[in-house]
């Protein structure tokens, strides 16, 4: 079965530009999660999906959002960039119903430059 | 929430040692724990788990061991190889929690020839 998969892996903006990041989840995997990893605040919750409901939403700006859609893809966006945005996004989905007391798979992430 | 810590951002063990990589959390209300493994360039990869109704659960080489009393999680590495290089991170989540999991800051565990 393959794993989360999440593209593109690289991506290069500029500050005030917007970036579209895509996430397909495990095969059957019907809750998706997204983390922030920087050298600094490590990992950090974004949001996470289930049903394409948004059901918890980590301490992050409006600029930050996401959507999932009926095939369990899920997609997070980041409007007007700042130089702090730059990070690991990273992509997680689980089997059950919530990322609450489950095991969460990872993906490989989108490594974010914003110059 | 709260957040979880690790004793240690770096951890140098000789290769065949058994390496003990351990954390701190703070919140008496979490009831699950985790361990992942992340190498350089890839997303952290689940390792094991644990609940709260249990003080010690084992997998292939690894034991994970957690004592609420002290609110205290390690990760026991057995025979620790070279393919163990890597960041470890814990994490915690509660039953009524709403902020996902909530990660410590990571031990890089080095491995010595």
């Not at chain 1, 605040?41 to 918890?56: D, P």
């Not at chain 2, 609940?51 to 061991?65: A, E, I, Y």
Request: include cysteine; hydrophobic fraction near 30%.
């Amino acid at each position: 079965k393959a794993g989360v998969t999440q593209t593109p892996r690289y991506l290069i903006k500029t500050r005030g530009q917007q970036v579209t990041l895509s996430c397909s989840p495990i095969s059957g995997h019907r809750s998706v999660s997204w983390y922030q990893q920087t050298p600094g605040q490590g990992l950090q919750f974004l949001f996470e999906y289930f049903s394409e409901t948004q059901r918890n939403k980590g301490n992050f700006p409006g600029r930050f959002s996401g959507r999932q859609f009926s095939n369990s893809r899920s997609e997070m966006n980041v409007s007007t960039l700042e130089l702090g945005d730059s990070a690991l996004y990273l992509c997680a989905s689980s089997a059950g119903q919530g990322a609450t007391n489950e095991k969460l798979f990872f993906g490989s992430g989108t490594q974010l430059s914003v110059l | 929430g709260e957040s979880v810590g690790l004793h240690l951002p770096t951890l140098s063990v000789q290769e065949g040692d058994n390496s003990i990589i351990n954390c701190a959390y703070s919140n008496s209300a979490s009831d699950y724990f985790i361990w992942y493994k992340q190498e350089s360039g890839k997303g952290p990869q689940f390792i094991i788990d644990i609940r709260s109704n249990m003080d010690k659960r084992q997998g292939q080489r690894v034991t994970v061991l957690l004592n609420k009393t002290v609110k205290h999680l390690s990760l026991q590495i057995a025979a620790t190889q070279p393919g163990d290089s890597a960041v470890y991170f814990c994490a915690e989540n509660w039953a009524g929690g709403a902020d996902g999991l909530t990660f410590g800051k990571g031990t890089h565990l080095i491995i010595q020839p």
